[in-house]
């Protein structure tokens, strides 16, 4: 702990400040609805509206306000979705997402299967029944894939 303390003097210098510091918590409204068009098409509408939000307020830290609308289509083993979101600033995200339920012909209901073993050597079976494939797009209109995780093992990198 001595080591740790010593390494954070080292690193920055202290201001003479006031003995207090102020700073508005990132409150926000969330409002959210679904509605079911004709029995397979729905459409949901998400809002989060920043209540600290504005250029007057010298203590501020906001939750950016945005609206995400996602048109879907769903039936049993299939669903399709189209999430669109804006914020504030007039940034657009886009996205795409598929769900697929299977059916799997050993009766097991599994459709895919991986076993995991943890830093400690715990070992961990996790199944599914269904599996779902997304991709977005941020602001810029470039692709946004999943990155891939520095520590997974060689052989699934």
């Known amino acids: 702990m001595r080591q740790y303390a010593n390494r954070i003097a080292n690193t920055f210098t202290p201001l003479d400040t006031d003995s207090s510091y102020f700073m508005n918590l990132p409150t926000a409204v969330n409002l959210m609805g679904d509605y079911n068009i004709d029995g397979r098409f ?3 509408a998400s809002a989060t509206i920043a209540l600290t939000g504005g250029t007057k307020d010298d203590h501020k830290t906001s939750a950016l306000t945005s609206l995400t609308v996602t048109p879907r289509y769903e039936m049993r083993h299939l669903g399709a ?9 007039g940034q657009v995200d886009a996205g795409v997402a598929l769900r697929a339920v299977a059916h799997v012909p050993d009766g097991s209901g599994v459709l895919l299967q991986a076993t995991l073993e943890h830093a400690d050597g715990r070992r961990e079976t996790v199944r599914t029944r269904q599996l779902v494939l997304a991709l ?4 810029s209109g470039a692709p946004r894939w999943p990155g891939r995780r520095r520590s997974a093992p060689a052989s699934i990198r």
């Open 136 to 139: 977005g797009r941020d602001g």
């Open 81 to 89: 979705y189209l999430p669109l979101s804006v914020n504030r600033y």
């Open 42 to 44: 729905f459409v949901s």
